[in-house]
């Protein structure tokens, strides 16, 4: 029974990965890139094709740091919404209408 309330054995490596991916998610996204320019480059015999290939990396880079922004937003909204964490500002609300009576 207490098994069920018990953590999970590898919650704080996940948690950690998770941390991690974003970072890890960027720079494979830029090396990837430069692989396709890489490939353009040696297709069209063009040196400014490497960076397009560059750019479309960089680009990439910069999509997976706006989907974590999104889920990291979702998350603290989800938070937000907990009663939990609203109790104070209630509180802080009621203090504010206690103040104007006077």
């Known amino acids: 029974m207490q098994k069920k309330n018990e953590e999970p ?32 480059k040696s297709w069209t015999g063009a040196a400014w094709s490497l960076w397009i290939g560059v750019f479309i990396g960089i680009g990439a880079a910069v999509n997976n740091v706006y989907i974590a922004y999104k889920k990291q937003k979702k998350s603290l909204d989800e938070l937000a919404k ?21």
């Not at 948690?15 to 692989?35: Q, Y």
């Not at 907990?82 to 006077?102: A, L, S, T």
């Open 9 to 40: 054995k590898f919650k704080k490596v996940v948690d950690a990965a998770d941390g991690l991916s974003l970072g890890i998610s960027m720079v494979v996204a830029v090396l990837i890139g430069i692989g396709i320019g890489l490939v353009l």
């Open 82 to 102: 907990d009663p939990r964490y609203r109790h104070g500002r209630e509180i802080r609300e009621d203090e504010e209408d206690e103040d104007d009576k006077y």
